[in-house]
């Protein structure tokens, strides 16, 4: 069964700390985005990308990085975590031409204190 | 400014009664209006693609359709497995981008 992992279901950081966040597809799926799920304002595009090494900004880039060094591997960095970076986040990935619909991992429970 | 509005926000149903959830969206050059299901505490499903209004797409009890200013899911006889939010997602021409509302939780109750 095709699909995408995320390394953690829940975390839990403190302010000022740099996390990251892993997702692995294994699909060989070309792109790869990183969205927030917050109650009341749906998925937001955090950042994207559509091959190894080559990075979009979405929508709320701020305080976020990404990294993508293999074709399967999508990481998300948050430089110094903040109270407002409390979310789930979602990872997802298509194949290029993009509409067969993203598959998306289970998510990323984060809680920033 | 391109906007993807779902609605209701929440619905609740009858086992059987049969009922339609609603997207409609104000993005110009559309490439794909696609449907998904979420599950508390899960990642979305992908369910459907459309792509050009007049298109249809069916699965089990759900059946989407498209015009050139909305969506409709259409839940046929629903069972209590179907409760769960269900997210409508637009993306436009020269981008791999969507759009995402912000749902249609429904609850079936049997």
């Known amino acids: 069964d095709v699909k995408v992992t995320q390394s953690s279901r829940y975390l839990v950081k403190r302010t000022g700390e740099k996390v990251f966040l892993e997702c692995v597809q294994d699909m060989d799926h070309e792109n790869m985005f990183w969205y927030r799920q917050d109650p009341g304002l749906g998925l937001r595009l955090i950042y994207f990308s559509y091959d190894v090494k080559m990075k979009e900004k979405g929508d709320i880039p701020e305080g976020y990085s990404v990294s993508r060094e293999k074709k399967e591997r999508f990481s998300l960095i948050l430089e110094s975590a903040s109270t407002n970076q409390t979310s789930m986040y979602l990872c997802a990935s298509t194949k290029t031409p993009a509409n067969y619909g993203y598959t998306f991992g289970s998510g990323t429970r984060l809680t920033v204190v | 400014e391109d906007q993807v509005t779902q609605s209701p926000e929440a619905l609740r149903l009858q086992e059987g009664e049969s009922s339609s959830l609603n997207c409609s969206y104000t993005?110009?050059?559309?490439?794909?209006l696609f449907w998904y299901r979420q599950d508390p505490g899960k990642g979305p499903e992908f369910l459907f693609t459309l792509y050009s209004a007049g298109e249809e797409k069916e699965k089990e009890r759900l059946k989407a359709t498209l015009t050139k200013k909305e969506s409709f899911l259409h839940i046929t006889a629903p069972k209590p497995e179907d409760s769960a939010t269900y997210l409508c997602a637009v993306q436009y021409s020269g981008t791999y981008k969507y759009i995402f509302g912000t749902g249609t939780r429904l609850k079936v109750l049997a």
């Open positions: 993005v110009s050059g559309l490439r794909g």
